[in-house]
């Protein structure tokens, strides 16, 4: 049958580039099938961190850790804040950020290894090492040697005296303790808080210790002594200034004094010029003497009057003040006058008006009221004087005023440059008292020394080892080597470019999947030598006996799993082929070594055993693997059948069982024209002469990868089988190989998986594919073997 007339329609076509790219995508099923694949190298590397780890444990000597707690307190400090020059500010992150640099600063570590001497501590320079830092160490002195570098290389090292040479290693020593010593401190704020935690690690407890509590002291010390140097700056600086602002302040009173002596500005004690009190006691005066004339005046108008209305009226109308000195005798006379008119009335009453008493009684009642008459007319003559004194007295002081007006004017206008000067002479004092101020509290704070700083936690002997801790330690490690276990796996997934399922020949490949054909005897896959590499090959060679037994395998085990796979196989060509009287079906592979010809040899057993007229026939001229595998020893083979033109009875072997046709191939020297051969008009005739007897013509071509052969033979071929070993063939190369052979491939009928690995399969299958299930599979074959073993015997 020719190439033209091959259905077509029945072939799969090879997927699309993109297609493939979209089918790559790793779903979780995927993931979840990688982590079971790659399990045991996931374990075996958490297994080896975990063994790692405990040798980690085990090698690194124990570190304890001291811890101390300071704390950055503003309130210490009040009692000197309230009488201190500098503002308090609030502690922020800057701040806390720059207490932390501080104590790690080198002068601070310089104090601490001075103080403990830790330069010539051995367990602070030379600690306890673990065996990873031991094998650094020592990686590095190879380096440094052979860089030729050594403690000699010191600048200056070499010209010097031996006690210079000993000063300026102890100084290296001294510098390389300050800069361990900064490296190990850790220092760091505690939360959000104004606590800083200081904690240092070490192999000796007590070393550690004593140096966190004395980092802790010494960073106090130099708080204190921050603070004294500031406090006795700032009074330098004070006293100083002090000098210039009391010269400046002596300067400016002596001009305001000045310039008062200069323009008689004299002031009282409550600061008022003179000009201007007088003026106002004046003004005082004034108004003083107007309200005395006013008074003098009314008294005068009032007694005149009295006086004025003559002797009667004037008893009735004397209303002598207290304050006259002729007030006691008047009201004595009034007495006596209400006396005696009262003694009349009751003698007139008693004796009448004409009585001798009575007109007695009335003579000294008009005498009495005349005394009163004249007393009166001396007050008025009196207040008539006061009056005209006041009148005297107002005058004359409204023309001191009039002067004193005159005078003030002038000084009001010199007032106002005495008070410029004055408010500058009393700046320059305010300030001048103000700094004078500032440096006593100076000089009373360098006497009282507190710092913002204060030891909340002293350091304390640790009683455990603060690293390695064991558990840590071990579930990093186990973390660690789950993770290289993972990279592993991860590396070994991507590297896997191998057939493992039906569905990668369907989706890589575009081929139909045909079946698995499992390793024969159960041994594993790459034990033995395959039947179609070389006889010199270094691969562990079977016996004669087992190879013929391999390829009868089918013919022994026909209710096998692989011979199961090979009827789906003989169903799928017969399907594609249907209609043709005689099929020539080739076995091919891309590589060398894949069972190609241990299935084209059980193929042909297995159609011949089932009573199909079949003929095999070995067609790899360059490596007869089949006729080596098959112990056939012949001196004429397919090449000499076709050279001189023979047919196949001449050349050809009949098994007695299976009555199974067998043409060997002869392995002629270097002959290289195998392709030519197997292209050429006698192989032709050969073939065609064999379909007039034969149903099926098996042919064990050789591999497309290598030689061409099998392409010089498609034309005579109706349908190839591809043979593909599990977890060895690329996907790949497969199906570039086809790509580049089209002719071949749209006559492969179908592709098998061979030596597979059923144990392992199931691993490489889909959830719910068949592949989960070959245990079952295998169960049943078994039983239907037993069964079959029963019937015969």
């Given at each position: 049958m020719n190439y033209a007339s091959f259905p077509l329609d029945k072939r799969m076509p090879l997927p699309s580039t993109e297609s493939e790219k979209g089918e790559d995508f790793i779903d979780v099923e995927r993931l979840l099938g990688m982590a079971a694949r790659q399990a045991k190298v996931v374990a075996v590397c958490a297994i080896i961190g975990v063994f790692l780890g405990v040798i980690y444990l085990q090698t690194t000597p124990k570190q304890y850790t001291s811890f101390s707690s300071v704390l950055i307190d503003e309130g210490l400090n009040k009692v000197v804040d309230d009488i201190s020059a500098a503002n308090v500010t609030v502690q922020t992150d800057a701040t806390i950020l720059s207490q932390i640099e501080i104590l790690t600063s080198a002068r601070l570590a310089s104090v601490v290894v001075d103080k403990l001497k830790l330069d010539q501590n051995d367990d602070f320079m030379n600690p306890p090492q673990s065996a990873l830092a031991k094998g650094v160490g020592l990686l590095r002195g190879v380096i440094t040697y052979f860089r030729g570098s050594s403690a000699d290389d010191i600048p200056g090292i070499q010209n010097v005296d031996a006690a210079t040479r000993e000063a300026m290693i102890a100084?290296?020593?001294?510098?390389?303790?300050?800069?361990?010593?900064?490296?190990?401190?850790?220092?760091?704020r505690s939360g959000r808080s104004n606590v800083i935690n200081l904690g240092y690690q070490s192999t000796n407890p007590a070393l550690a210790t004593a140096i966190t509590k004395t980092y802790a002291e010494a960073y106090l010390a130099d708080q204190l002594n921050a603070s004294f140097d500031a406090t006795e700056r700032?009074?330098?600086?004070?006293?100083?200034?002090?000098?210039?602002?009391?010269?400046?302040?002596?300067?400016?009173?002596?001009?305001?004094?000045?310039?008062?002596?200069?323009?008689?500005?004299?002031?009282?004690?409550d600061g008022q010029l003179m000009s201007g009190k007088q003026l106002a006691d004046l003004n005082a005066q004034l108004i003083i003497a107007q309200a005395d004339t006013a008074r003098a005046s009314a008294r005068y108008q009032q007694y005149k009057a009295i006086v004025d209305s003559g002797s009667e009226n004037a008893f009735n109308d004397s209303a002598i003040a207290a304050d006259q000195p002729s007030s006691s005798v008047v009201i004595g006379l009034k007495?006596?006058?209400?006396?005696?008119?009262?003694?009349?009335?009751?003698v007139v009453a008693s004796y009448g008006k004409d009585h001798p008493q009575a007109v007695a009684l009335a003579k000294e009642k008009a005498d009495v009221s005349a005394q009163i008459f004249g007393q009166l007319k001396q007050i008025t003559e009196s207040y008539r004087n006061d009056f005209q004194v006041a009148q005297a007295r107002e005058s004359k002081l409204r023309q001191q005023i009039a002067a004193a007006a005159g005078q003030s004017s002038v000084d009001n206008e010199s007032q106002v440059k005495l008070r410029e000067l004055d408010q500058q002479a009393q700046a320059l004092a305010t300030l001048y008292q103000t700094f004078l101020s500032?440096?006593?509290?100076?000089?009373?704070?360098?006497?009282?020394?507190?710092?913002?700083?204060?030891i909340i936690s002293d350091a304390t002997m640790p009683l455990t080892a603060s690293s390695p801790r064991t558990l840590r330690v071990v579930a990093l490690s186990l973390v660690l080597g789950l993770m290289l276990g993972a990279g592993f796996g991860g590396l070994n997934e991507f590297n896997e470019r191998f057939f493992r399922t039906g569905e990668d020949v369907r989706d890589r490949v575009g081929l139909k999947f045909l079946g698995y054909l499992p390793v024969?005897?159960?041994?594993?896959?790459?034990?033995?030598?395959?039947?179609?590499?070389?006889?010199?090959?270094?691969v562990t060679s079977l016996s004669a006996a087992e190879k013929r037994a391999r390829m009868r395998a089918s013919i022994d085990a026909p209710a096998s799993m692989f011979a199961e796979t090979l009827r789906n196989a003989k169903i799928a060509f017969?399907?594609?082929?249907?209609?043709?009287?005689?099929?020539?079906i080739g076995v091919i592979s891309v590589l060398p070594g894949e069972g190609k010809s241990t299935v084209a040899a059980n193929l042909a057993g297995l159609l011949a055993a089932n009573g199909a007229k079949t003929l095999l026939i070995d067609g790899d001229l360059r490596n007869p693997g089949l006729s080596r595998s098959l112990g056939m020893e012949a001196d004429e083979g397919l090449m000499e059948a076709v050279v001189n033109g023979q047919t196949w009875q001449s050349v050809g072997k009949v098994d007695r069982q299976t009555k199974l046709a067998i043409i060997p191939a002869v392995l002629r020297g270097q002959f290289s024209h195998t392709s030519e051969l197997l292209g050429s008009a006698g192989m032709r005739r050969f073939i065609e002469n064999a379909k007039e007897t034969f149903e099926y013509i098996i042919v064990d071509l050789p591999p497309l990868g290598p030689v061409v052969d099998a392409k010089a033979f498609a034309p005579l071929v109706d349908g190839f089988v591809l043979v593909a070993e599990w977890g060895r063939t690329p996907r790949a190369m497969v199906r570039s190989t086809l790509e580049s052979e089209p002719y071949i491939a749209n006559k492969v009928v179908?592709?098998?998986?061979?030596?597979?690995?059923l144990k392992k399969l199931a691993k490489y299958g889909s959830l719910g594919g068949s592949e989960k299930f070959f245990d079952r599979y295998s169960s049943y074959y078994l039983e239907k073997s037993e069964t079959r073993a029963r019937q015969a015997a």
């Open positions: 100084t290296a020593r001294h510098d390389y303790a300050v800069l361990k010593l900064q490296t190990d401190l850790q220092a760091a700032a009074a330098v600086w004070l006293q100083g200034r002090l000098t210039e602002l009391r010269q400046s302040s002596q300067t400016a009173a002596m001009e305001v004094e000045k310039f008062r002596a200069e323009h008689g500005l004299s002031a009282n004690s007495t006596r006058y209400l006396a005696i008119s009262k003694r009349l009335q009751d500032r440096y006593q509290e100076a000089s009373q704070q360098q006497t009282f020394p507190v710092g913002k700083v204060r024969i005897g159960g041994g594993k896959a790459r034990d033995t030598k395959p039947d179609d590499l070389p006889a010199d090959s270094k017969d399907v594609v082929m249907e209609g043709q009287g005689s099929r020539v179908g592709a098998v998986l061979n030596k597979v690995n």
